[in-house]
Nanobody, 128 residues
Framework: QLQFVESGGGLVQPGGSLRLSCAAS????????VAWFRQAPGKEHEGVSC????????YYADSVKGRFTISRDNAKNTVYLQMNSLKPEDTGVYYC?????????????????????WGQGTQVTVSS
């Protein structure tokens, strides 16, 4: 089955940090861009960040700029999301999805349905 396996979520206090991992299963990340999305209860999917394969250009939602960092290790077939200075509004299930490298850009963050190979997600809860 071709999908991502997301991990690294948990319960953290406001101001804390988490590092999420998104490992490709059944396929290689070569030539794919990858995007992180999140979904809070009762809300729509929200784009968080994305990274290309060719030049590792990165894009972030305004709500996470300066706090989150996306990176990738192609040798490990994994993409990461380092989340610092977490806020309660960062709470949600975090998913990653693949996209053609040419589609990696700010507009992809508004089109989760243009990505594929989604996994089960990992829950992030920011609460005191």
């Amino acid at each position: 089955q071709l999908q991502f396996v997301e991990s690294g979520g948990g319960l953290v206090q406001p101001g804390g940090s988490l590092r999420l991992s998104c490992a490709a299963s059944g396929f290689t990340l070569d030539y794919y861009g990858v995007a992180w999305f999140r979904q809070a209860p009762g809300k729509e999917h929200e784009g968080v960040s994305c990274i290309s394969f060719s030049d590792e250009r990165t894009y972030y939602a305004d709500s996470v700029k300066g706090r989150f960092t996306i990176s990738r290790d192609n040798a490990k077939n994994t993409v990461y999301l380092q989340m610092n200075s977490l806020k309660p509004e960062d709470t949600g299930v975090y998913y990653c999805g693949a996209a053609g490298d040419d589609f990696i850009g700010p507009s992809l963050l508004a089109r989760w349905d243009h990505t594929f190979y989604w996994g089960q997600g990992t829950q992030v809860t920011v609460s005191s």
